[in-house]
C-alpha cells in the first residue's frame, strides 16, 4: 500500500519527508523489520529506530521529530504511535475482524484451552487460533512472540486467516495486551471471562488494577459476553456490565448451570443445564476447571451452531492442548502429567482435581519463573505440599535471576520437611520417575509447552513432555 493511502488526512499526525512510498508491511519490533516496511516505534528508543532503518524500513512513526535520521526517511509523528499502530494495522490488512467473526478470551487460567475448545467445536477448518501457543490456520502455525501480539502482528494474522478462508477466530486477551490496548482495535463478536486469581501483581500492582485490565475486554466485545459467575470478579463484572452478559457457572443463577460434576483419571462429567433441559458433557480430560472452560466454549459458539447436544457431543472428542493435563504414556505401573500450571490458584486447581479424580499418591515437581510475581513463590510451596506426598523443588524458567534465590524463597512456604531440592530440571525429573510407585502420579508442573528453558546466558531446549518421555525409556 502506498504510504499516502495509508495515512488519511484526518489522521492527527504531521509527516516530514515523501509520502509517495510502497510499504510492503508494519512492524513494532525492530528485529522483524524487512525491506520498505514502516516502523512504528512504540517504545521512543533511539536504538531501535536505528535497528530498523538499517533492516531497510523506509517509514517511522515516532511520538517526537528526529532531525538527526537520515533525510530519505518518512517520519510520521503521533502523539501516541502504540495507539496509531491498532489504526494502521486496520487500514493495512483491511480490516480483518470485520470479516470473521472474533472470540476473546479472558482470564487468569484457561485462555489457551479454552480457544482451543472453539476451534474444536466449530472445526478447524472453519476456526482459527491466536494466543499462547501460537497463530493456528489449518494446520499451518505462525509463531508470535506474545500471548496477545501487538495490533500490526493481531490484523495480519487475521487477514491471513481471512484470505484462508476461516470464518471464526479465538483470541486470548490477555491482562498485559488489554491493558496495553493491543486490542482496541479489533471487532469481537463475543468474549469469555473464565476467573480471576493471584498473578502479574509483578505487572498491576494490585487486584484491582488486575481486575480493570480483564474488564476491558468486555467493554469492547459487547456482542456475546459469557461470564463464570461463580468467581467473585465474575459476578462483579455480570454486574457492572448490568446483566448484559449471559452467566455459567454452578450458581443456580446461571443462564448455563454445571451440576452433578464427576472426576476421573481419564475425563470429566457434568451436567450442563439451560432452558430447563439437561445436557450430558463430558470431556476426556482431568478437572472440574476444564469443564467451565468448555461450557464457555460452548455458549460462545452456541449462537452459530444452534444445537447444543450436538456441541457437547463434540466436546466429547476434544483432543488434550499440549501442556495442559497432558498425560505421558507409561508402562511403569504410575502416571505422569504434563501442567502448564504456574499459578497457585491453577496449581491448587489441577491438584485438588487429580485427587478428587482417584490419585492417591501425588509426587508434584516445580519451580518458579524469574523476574516474574515474587509473592506467588511461597504460595505455590504451601499448596504443593499440602496435596501431595512428595514434592521436588526445582527450576523453572531463572532467566537472569538467580536459581537458588528464587528456590530460597518458595521453601519460605514450606512448614514440613516433605520436599527436596533439585536444581537441575532434568535430574528433578529424572528422580520423580526412579522414586515412583505402582499407582503414583508424578505432576510436572509450571512450563507446560514451553520448548526452551530461558537460563541467565541463553535459552536451552527444554519440553517437559519430550524429557519425560525421553526418561522413562531409560529408566
Known sequence: MNLSKLIDTKDPVVIRGSKDKEILGLRTNSKEVRPKDLFISISSQRAHIDEAILSGASAVVVDIYNPFLPKEITQIEHQNPKDYAGVLANRFYQNPSQHLSLFGVTGTSGKSTTTWMIRHLLGEDCCGVLGTLGAWIYDHCIEVHLTTPEPTTTCRVLNEMV???LKFCAMECSSHGLDQNRVGHLEFEGGAFLNLTHDHLDYHQTMEEYYQAKKKLFLIAKK?????????????????LDKKAKTFGEDPQADFRITDIQLGLMGSSCNLVHEGRVYPLYIPMIGSYHLYNM???IMLVNPFVNDIE????RASTFPPVAGRSELIPTQKGFSVMVDYAHKPDALEKLLLSLKKAGAEKITTVFGCGGERDKEKRPKMAKIAEKHSQKVIVTTDNPRKEDPLEIIEMIRQGFDQDTHRIILDRKEAIKQALLEAEEGELVLIAGRGHEKEQKLRTASIPFLDSEVAKNLLIEI
Open 224 to 240: 456475546n459476553s459469557v461470564i463464570c459467575i461463580d468467581d467473585p470478579y465474575g459476578k462483579r463484572l455480570f454486574e457492572e
Open 163 to 165: 484470505k484462508g478462508g
Open 295 to 297: 461450557v464457555a466454549a
Open 310 to 313: 450436538l456441541l457437547c457431543k
